[in-house]
């Protein structure tokens, strides 16, 4: 192996002599990038491109229209492509080395010694069409000294052990491709994979019901707890499973529940609260919102926002698992928040109305 690196050392200043393009000589990976598109398998493309893409499948349990009492489980279907870190990409075809050797006055290196750089060199010189293809890596996420992003240690690392396998898995560094075929696929790892997926997934926004509901614009009361709970498709866990080639990934998402705000409220919330039935005492409610002012001052109404924040992480089906970047959902509600003296309620319970 050391003879034949050194060998590929001495050729490459003589390809240098000859005045073959350092371009050819020294490929640069494709700027890398992720978009959403259709699909849903591995490819190598015969300029090298290598795209991968993978199909997403994701499953949300929602709260159903009673917060935690009953949710249902509905599912969609996704795709994702991501350019992989390393690849074969296309190096030089025995046209464009006769092209560049010939009307040379420099001697030229003999076939055998070709032969070592470049796989099958005697069989391919005079082909009219294939090529001979060269390892090339981007590493996605360098310093950001160097122009890369700011992203965690554990992506820099897994995309350092993608880099490594590929190595393992590829040992040859030129190769050469008939005419039509492909190079060998590349491979994304988990890690990459599920975060690539779990960019696709799109959780609903949250969605609320409240009580009490009095007088025509269905206002809540000063000083009397309010019951919010969740309701339709606001999800309370979700579970994204991608696949792309031999490398599949599947990633949980949960959350604890609603987080209320509101200008004059005081929340206190666990979970994705229940629904208010008649005859449920007072007190019962596990997610309840209490003001002390009515919203005359805020034009009539208080917005009420509600988050629901996903924690996110995946397995791997190479063993590999990790965390993903968490998720907020966002919504707001305009709720009328009325005095209790202002209404007439003949005395009887205002979460009846």
């Known amino acids: 192996m050391g003879k034949t690196r050194a060998l590929r050392r001495n050729l490459l200043v003589t390809f240098a002599a000859l005045g073959i393009a350092a371009g050819v000589l020294q490929p640069v990976g494709a700027e890398a990038k992720e978009t ?6 591995v490819s190598a493309s015969g300029d090298g491109g290598g795209e991968i893409t993978a199909s997403v499948t994701v499953e949300y349990v929602t709260a159903g229209s009673g917060g935690d009492g009953g949710g249902v489980t509905s599912s969609s279907s996704e795709s994702v492509s991501v350019n992989p870190i390393c690849r074969y990409v296309p190096f030089v075809s025995p046209a464009e080395l006769k092209g560049m050797m010939k009307g040379s006055n420099k001697q030229e290196p003999s076939d055998s010694d070709m032969s070592k750089l470049y796989p099958g060199y005697e069989e391919h010189k005079n082909d009219s069409g294939g090529s001979w293809y060269v390892w090339s890596c981007k590493m996605l996420y360098l310093a950001p000294a160097l122009g890369g992003s700011r992203v965690s240690e554990e992506e820099r690392a897994e995309d ?3 880099i490594s396998e590929f190595y393992a898995n590829n040992p040859d560094e030129i190769i050469w491709v008939d005419p039509g075929a492909s190079p060998p696929a590349p491979r994304i790892s988990a890690g990459r994979l599920a975060r690539a997926a779990w960019k696709v997934v799109k959780i609903p926004a949250p969605t609320v019901q409240t009580n009490p509901k009095v007088g025509s614009q269905g206002a809540t009361l000063v000083g009397m707890d309010t019951w919010v709970w969740a ?27 609603l987080q209320l705000s509101a200008p004059d409220g005081k929340a206190s919330c666990t979970g994705f609260g229940i629904a208010w039935h008649s005859g449920m005492p007072e ?5 309840t919102i209490s003001f002390n002012r009515s919203s005359a001052h805020l034009g009539g109404s208080t917005p009420l926002t509600i988050k629901v924040a996903y924690s996110a992480s995946y397995s791997g089906s190479d063993g590999s698992s990790g965390t993903l970047p968490a998720i907020t959902t966002t919504s707001t509600v305009n709720l009328p928040v009325a005095e209790v003296q202002t209404l007439t309620t003949n005395h009887t319970n205002p979460r009846q109305n």
């Open 160 to 162: 350092a052990r993608e």
């Open 231 to 257: 309701t339709g498709e606001t999800p309370t866990s979700v579970k994204a499973t991608a696949t792309a080639g031999a490398t599949s990934v599947t990633v949980t998402a949960g959350s604890s529940g």
């Open 283 to 287: 007190g019962s409610s596990p997610c």
């Open 36 to 41: 959403t598109t259709a699909g849903g398998d």
